[in-house]
């Protein structure tokens, strides 16, 4: 950003004239004859008045420069701040941004978000304050980035929603950081995996289920999709939705598992998607080794396209 001018070029011409003439006025005596008395002494005032107005409007443009150049200064010192602190403990990959509420923007390799804000020096946060600002608030969730304030006094993070404060400095937000992308690349893996496998799971039905209708991925009303929904040639509908999961399904207290991780999620849309279809929920897992399961009236089917349809039929 180009630093604005303290004067403008108007500025600069008056004052070049009235240095040029100031010892004019200065050393030339004054006239004996009270007329041109009165017109000198006015000159003078006018030479006064010039001087005057000159330093206002020098005044006026030091307080642009102040206002404009300060906060662009303050914001390039803190971008060069996390950037040498952050970026040999977190690696390549990662961008370093300014922001115009003060912070920094940081993007990581996963596609998460951060805004960066120092803390003041010595400022304390206790648990429930908020610390942002509701620009910087706005700012992030626009953006849907979790806001990190970062400070020196030492202690244990302190979180609350998408705000997130830091009293261990840079070595403790560096480490947070690291660990939420580490999870996020695990997550964004097994996102990708599962779209795979839908993918190829899909592809098959076309070959196993000659003389079935077959529709897929119908958009329901309330939002959400269903993978598969098939029709038996008798009529018979079966929504299916398509797991990546290789765990054996089971129920704990009314509560789905997939081997050992919790689906109460998967539960609760098997059945939202029975209701919007009318049909009879199924949930294939084509890479599962475990055969057939009838569980809380829903049908779990572990193994390839020849089992389900054996087992639709």
Same mark, same amino acid.
């Given at each position: 950003?180009?630093?604005?001018?303290?004067?403008?070029?108007? &500025?600069?011409?008056?004052?070049?004239?009235?240095?040029?003439?100031?010892?004019?006025?200065?050393?030339?005596?004054? *006239?004996?004859? @009270?007329?041109?008395?009165?017109?000198?002494?006015?000159?003078?005032?006018?030479?006064?008045?010039?001087?005057?107005?000159?330093?206002?409007?020098?005044? /006026?443009?030091?307080?642009?420069?102040?206002? #404009?150049?300060?906060?662009?200064?303050?914001?390039?010192?803190?971008?060069?701040?996390?950037?040498?602190?952050?970026?040999?403990?977190?690696?390549?990959?990662? @961008?370093?941004?300014?922001?115009?509420? $003060?912070? +920094?923007?940081?993007?990581?390799?996963?596609?998460?978000?951060?805004?960066?804000?120092?803390?003041? *020096?010595?400022? #304390?946060?206790?648990? $429930?304050?908020? +610390?942002?600002?509701?620009?910087?608030?706005?700012?992030?969730?626009?953006? !849907?980035?979790?806001?990190?304030? %970062?400070? /020196?006094?030492?202690?244990?993070?302190?979180?609350?929603? !998408?705000? +997130?404060?830091?009293?261990?400095?840079?070595?403790?937000?560096?480490? /947070? =950081?690291?660990?939420?992308?580490?999870?996020?690349?695990?997550?964004?893996?097994?996102?990708?995996?599962?779209?795979?496998?839908?993918?190829?799971?899909?592809?098959?039905? &076309?070959? %196993?289920?000659?003389?079935?209708?077959?529709?897929?991925?119908?958009?329901?009303?309330?939002?959400?999709? =269903? !993978?598969?929904?098939? @029709?038996?040639?008798?009529?018979?509908?079966?929504?299916?939705?398509?797991?990546?999961?290789?765990?054996?399904?089971?129920?704990?207290?009314?509560?789905?598992?997939?081997?050992?991780?919790?689906?109460?999620? +998967?539960?609760?849309?098997?059945?939202?998607?029975?209701?919007? #279809?009318? $049909?009879?929920?199924?949930?294939?897992?084509?890479?599962?080794?475990?055969? =057939?399961?009838?569980?809380?009236?829903?049908?779990? %089917?572990?193994?390839?396209?020849?089992?389900?349809?054996?087992?639709?039929?």
């Amino acid at each position: 950003m180009p630093t604005p001018r303290l004067l403008r070029f108007r &500025d600069l011409v008056v004052i070049a004239l009235l240095i040029l003439f100031f010892p004019i006025g200065l050393f030339r005596s004054p *006239p004996s004859d @009270t007329a041109d008395f009165l017109g000198y002494r006015l000159g003078q005032f006018m030479w006064l008045l010039l001087w005057l107005w000159i330093a206002w409007r020098g005044w /006026q443009g030091w307080q642009r420069h102040r206002r #404009t150049v300060g906060p662009v200064l303050l914001a390039q010192d803190r971008l060069r701040t996390f950037q040498s602190g952050l970026g040999p403990r977190l690696g390549g990959g990662y @961008t370093y941004t300014s922001l115009p509420t $003060g912070g +920094v923007r940081l993007g990581s390799p996963q596609g998460a978000t951060y805004h960066l804000y120092p803390l003041a *020096p010595g400022q #304390t946060v206790t648990p $429930g304050q908020w +610390v942002s600002m509701p620009e910087q608030l706005q700012a992030a969730r626009h953006e !849907d980035a979790r806001v990190l304030h %970062v400070g /020196q006094g030492g202690g244990a993070p302190l979180m609350q929603e !998408d705000e +997130v404060v830091f009293s261990g400095g840079l070595p403790q937000l560096a480490e /947070q =950081v690291a660990f939420w992308d580490e999870a996020l690349a695990g997550e964004n893996a097994a996102r990708q995996r599962g779209r795979q496998v839908e993918a190829q799971a899909l592809g098959q039905l &076309d070959g %196993v289920f000659a003389g079935w209708r077959i529709r897929k991925g119908l958009m329901m009303r309330t939002g959400g999709d =269903v !993978d598969a929904l098939l @029709t038996r040639p008798d009529g018979q509908l079966f929504s299916v939705d398509v797991k990546s999961h290789r765990g054996e399904p089971s129920l704990h207290d009314g509560v789905l598992y997939l081997g050992r991780d919790e689906k109460a999620g +998967v539960q609760k849309q098997l059945h939202h998607q029975a209701r919007e #279809t009318g $049909g009879r929920p199924v949930c294939w897992q084509p890479e599962a080794q475990y055969g =057939v399961r009838g569980l809380d009236g829903l049908l779990f %089917v572990g193994g390839d396209a020849r089992l389900l349809r054996q087992t639709l039929e």
